[in-house]
């Protein structure tokens, strides 16, 4: 299984950009990133993914490296509402492509 | 557009007993898979169903099935319950082309083993 490397936990202020880091040196040339977020007791969100070029959303932006081997999860402004677990996943080709969720980097955000 | 919707949203079963857990796709998506969630942990890949015929597995024993509908809802079923079975399950629903998005993901059921 392709794998992800995020480190466990970050801290940030509230109002504050937050960069969530995730490395995947064995990604290969068909995986999409994926990025979700899992706030407690509820199932998994979907943030945003992407292919090659950076992508912006209305959660976010992701930034891509040039090498594809590692992202950025970029949170404009963190909220209270953003504290939660964030999972960096490669969505690889094949009959099923399933996600293989790693352990997270759980954010916390203060005032 | 709908979500994803879970049923029952909590269970309490005993040790050998038979479970099946319910999920309604997000509208428009053809293809539904369900993950195991640990305490504590990521979710797991089970299995997933795409035109009714199971198209990927995870490792999980035979005693782990399912089925997707004409409507693409989904069940799980387990059968002969172990205590380790005592997790969140999680049912997703996609479409099956990569490049249209992610996954929707339930609010999951709380199933113990007694």
């Known amino acids: 299984d392709a794998k992800t490397t995020q480190p466990n936990s970050m801290e940030s202020n509230e109002e504050e950009p937050v960069h969530l880091p995730c490395n995947h040196s064995t990604i290969s040339g068909t995986d999409y990133i994926h990025w979700y977020r899992q706030l407690p007791s509820q199932g998994p969100e979907y943030v945003i993914h992407g292919l090659t070029s950076n992508v912006n959303n209305r959660m976010a932006s992701l930034a891509i490296a040039e090498d594809r081997k590692s992202s950025t999860l970029i949170l404009h402004r963190a909220t209270l509402r953003d504290a939660a677990v964030y999972y960096c996943?490669?969505?690889?080709?094949?009959?099923?492509?399933?996600?293989?969720f790693g352990t997270g980097t759980r954010l916390q955000v203060t005032l | 557009e709908t979500g994803v919707t879970q049923s029952p949203t909590h269970l309490i079963k005993t040790r050998g007993q038979q479970v099946t857990l319910r999920c309604s796709s997000q509208?428009?998506?053809?293809?539904v898979s369900w993950y195991q969630q640990a305490l504590g942990q990521g979710p797991q890949f089970i299995f997933q169903?795409?035109?009714?015929?199971?198209?990927g597995r995870g490792n999980f024993p035979p005693r782990f099935s399912g089925l997707q509908f004409p409507n693409y809802s989904s069940e799980l079923n387990v059968n002969a319950l172990e205590l380790d079975d005592s997790a969140l399950y999680l049912c997703?629903?996609?479409?099956?082309?990569?490049?249209?998005?992610?996954?929707?993901f339930g609010s999951g059921t709380r199933l113990t083993v007694v």
């Open positions: 997703a629903s996609s479409f099956r082309d990569r490049e249209r998005g992610g996954y929707t």
């Open positions: 509208s428009g998506h053809n293809t």
């Open positions: 996943i490669l969505r690889v080709s094949g009959t099923a492509s399933k996600l293989t």
């Open positions: 169903y795409y035109r009714e015929e199971e198209n």
